[in-house]
């Protein structure tokens, strides 16, 4: 299958075509990666089981990882279940439209194949006036999880959406590059207490704020082999993976620094290409190894926002080891550290 790319220019009428033309595809139930503020979807008709197969098989996803339901008015919330509790319409008040999902009993409108056969939908409605119009035209609901091949990391650009799902797909919208950069704040509606299944922009301290008390999944921090099974079925694979062994080096900033250099010196004299992953305050320590520097320490959500990408050049440039430095468990570095450990296989050296 070919596929079609088109970009979004800021032409009102140029746009208004390409956000039809995607609309048509998802009408006659095809599959049309389109961006959001948090990462690149894969979007296919939320009712339309046949869809959300075609959305499985071009990913190479486990059919037991859930779709998110993306709407584009809080008020879309009633079709797809019957029992929304009022607290999710604090929550939506509040970070709607945002990168904020959450997970409610869904009605028997919603495909078991979307929701992984599950009898929760996961739901958000974004940020991003191009998504949004692109719901509206299509006259139903789209169903998307990130549109990279599954275990890849999450595309923050249309080129890596290309790289990974060319070919598989019918179109894809280029809106540039994405805002926030990591996947959506996850959050368990369906019990008395709201519980944090994946963080993400919308940091537990700002549901705690909106509805007074979040609990954390425990599985949330523990590696794909943990005990505690993750209750988004999702976060229980390795994400996220470059191609390279990575791991993550915690500790004092100098200490941290001399650690990685005697690592990269190491693989060096052993014939491996190592790669350095590191914030712009600690990238002057070093002088070999392939370096990419993320952004400042100051700023996490330029941090967030190179994440991904910067995982996707190391395995461009061919590395065989990458060495990342640890970053603040603090508002969205939580989110960050979440992704780093997974890609990381859990992989931590403490110094
Ligand atoms: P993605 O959009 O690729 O990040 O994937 C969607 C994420 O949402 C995955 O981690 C899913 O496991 C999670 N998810 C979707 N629906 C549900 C649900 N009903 N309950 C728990 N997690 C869900
Ligand atoms: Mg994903």
Redesign the pocket.
């Known amino acids: 299958m070919d596929t079609i790319i088109e970009k979004i220019t800021g032409d009102s009428g140029h746009d208004r075509q390409v956000i039809q033309k995607a609309a048509a595809i998802i009408k006659k139930g095809g599959l049309v990666a389109f961006p959001t503020e948090t990462v690149y ?1 894969l979007g296919g008709d939320a009712f339309d089981a046949d869809a959300a197969s075609k959305i499985y098989a071009a990913k190479g996803r486990p059919s037991d ?4 339901v993306h709407i584009s008015d809080i008020s879309d919330l009633t079709e797809l279940s019957d029992d929304v509790p009022e607290v999710v319409y604090t929550l939506a008040e509040r970070f709607w439209p945002g990168p904020l ?1 959450v ?1 409610i009993k869904k009605n028997c409108r919603v495909p078991d194949t979307v ?2 056969g ?1 009898d ?3 739901v958000r409605l974004p940020d991003n006036e191009t998504a949004r119009k692109f719901i509206k035209a299509s006259g139903t609901f789209i169903a ?3 549109a990279n091949l599954s275990g890849r990391p ?1 595309p923050t650009s249309a080129e890596h959406v290309a790289e990974d799902l060319s070919g598989r797909i019918d179109m894809i919208i280029d809106g540039g590059d994405i805002d926030i950069g990591l ?2 704040t ?1 959050v ?1 509606m369906t019990g008395d207490v709201p519980v944090l ?2 963080p993400g922009f919308v940091t537990a301290e700002m549901l705690c704020g909106a509805v007074g008390e979040v609990a954390y999944d425990p599985a949330l921090m523990s590696g794909v082999d943990g005990e505690v099974r993750p ?5 229980k694979y390795r994400h996220y993976a470059p191609k390279a062994e990575m791991t993550v080096v915690e500790g004092e900033r100098g200490a941290v620094a001399d650690k990685i250099k005697q690592l990269v010196r190491n693989d060096i004299s052993q014939g491996r290409k190592a790669g350095i992953m590191v914030s712009e305050e600690n990238k002057d320590f070093f002088c070999e190894g392939e370096m990419i520097c993320l952004g400042s320490r100051t700023n996490p959500e330029e941090i967030a926002r190179h994440l991904f990408g910067a995982l996707r050049e190391f395995d461009e440039r061919g590395v065989d080891t990458i060495y990342a430095e640890a970053f603040p468990l603090e508002g969205i570095g939580y989110a960050v550290m979440n992704r780093l450990l997974k890609a990381a296989g859990q992989r931590v050296i403490k110094v």
Request: aromatic fraction near 0%.
């Open positions: 979807g990882n859930p779709l998110i999902t997970i929701t992984g599950l929760t939908v996961a998307a999880p990130s999450s996947e959506s996850i368990d299944l994946r209750k988004a079925p999702g976060m």
